[in-house]
């Protein structure tokens, strides 16, 4: 059974900083390309990719500058460090995870197979 658990989330202040983590069960995420989504309110949209090694990163323009994808896969773990945090940055954050190799950049939803419950992110202004 494939568990993500995303946490970190919470209530911050404009250009404040949050540190998103994702938690894997079930599987070892080191064989695995990862992301995370996010929903304002309805649509679900790309934010930020990494291969399976972390040897390759990419980010939505909205994000590049001010979000770091990382990862631990020793811990099982993967990241989203988001700096100088805006009011547009506010949606429920998702972490994804790709089984199929990744010789693409994909950000598509349903490019990824397994998904987390979800931590919500709230910039006040």
């Known amino acids: 059974q494939v568990q993500l658990a995303e946490s970190g989330g919470g209530l911050v202040q404009v250009g404040d900083s949050l540190r998103l983590s994702c938690a894997a069960s079930?599987?070892?995420?080191?064989?695995?390309?990862m992301a995370w989504f996010r929903q304002p309110r309805e649509a679900r949209v790309f934010v930020a990719g990494i291969?399976?090694?972390?040897?390759?990163?990419y980010y939505a323009d909205a994000v590049k500058g001010r979000f770091t994808i990382s990862r631990d896969n020793t811990k099982n773990m993967v990241y989203l460090q988001m700096n100088s945090l805006k009011p547009e940055d506010t949606a429920v954050y998702y972490c994804?995870?790709?089984?199929?190799?990744?010789?693409?950049?994909?950000?598509?939803?349903?490019?990824?197979?397994?998904w987390g419950q979800g931590t919500q992110v709230t910039v006040s202004s």
């Open positions: 994804a995870l790709r089984r199929k190799v990744m010789t693409t950049k994909p950000t598509q939803p349903n490019e990824y197979e397994d």
């Open positions: 079930g599987l070892n995420v080191s064989s695995y390309s």
């Open positions: 291969s399976w090694n972390g040897g390759r990163t």
